[in-house]
């Protein structure tokens, strides 16, 4: 059974960097068969797509956060890390982890995380 759980700080101050860990269990995350990505839900809002890291640990970025956006994995950990710059408050949001299966064009998120909450306030 595949799982995915986010971890992180869920308290963040302005100007900081914002970390979080998915961690994959059921899968590797160097299956040629998907990617992984990050999305996020602000209060109030939609979905929005923050990027997908590649079984080859290509990165594929929101142009919209791009500037501020890098991942990371660590393979003996089974983990994909968001790093998000010089967060404010609208940073505010849930923030998830899924994988997306290679064969749909990264138009399906198959599993997902549970989602962490993290606020961004002084």
């Known amino acids: 059974q595949v799982q995915l759980q986010e971890s992180g700080p869920g308290l963040v101050k302005p100007s900081q960097t914002l970390s979080l860990t998915c961690t994959v269990s059921?899968?590797?995350?160097?299956?040629?068969?998907?990617?992984w990505t990050w999305v996020r839900q602000p209060p109030g809002k939609g979905l929005e797509w923050i990027g997908y890291?590649?079984?080859?640990?290509?990165?594929y970025y929101s142009s919209s956060l791009k500037s501020r956006t890098s991942f990371s994995r660590d393979t003996s950990k089974n983990q994909v890390t968001l790093q998000l710059t010089s967060v404010t408050p609208e940073d505010t949001a849930v923030y998830y982890c899924?994988?997306?299966?290679?064969?749909?064009?990264?138009?399906?998120?198959?599993?997902w995380g549970q989602g962490t909450q993290v606020t961004v306030s002084s």
């Open positions: 899924a994988r997306v299966p290679r064969s749909t064009w990264g138009e399906v998120f198959d599993r």
């Open positions: 059921g899968d590797s995350i160097t299956n040629e068969a998907y990617f």
């Open positions: 890291m590649s079984w080859s640990a290509k990165t």
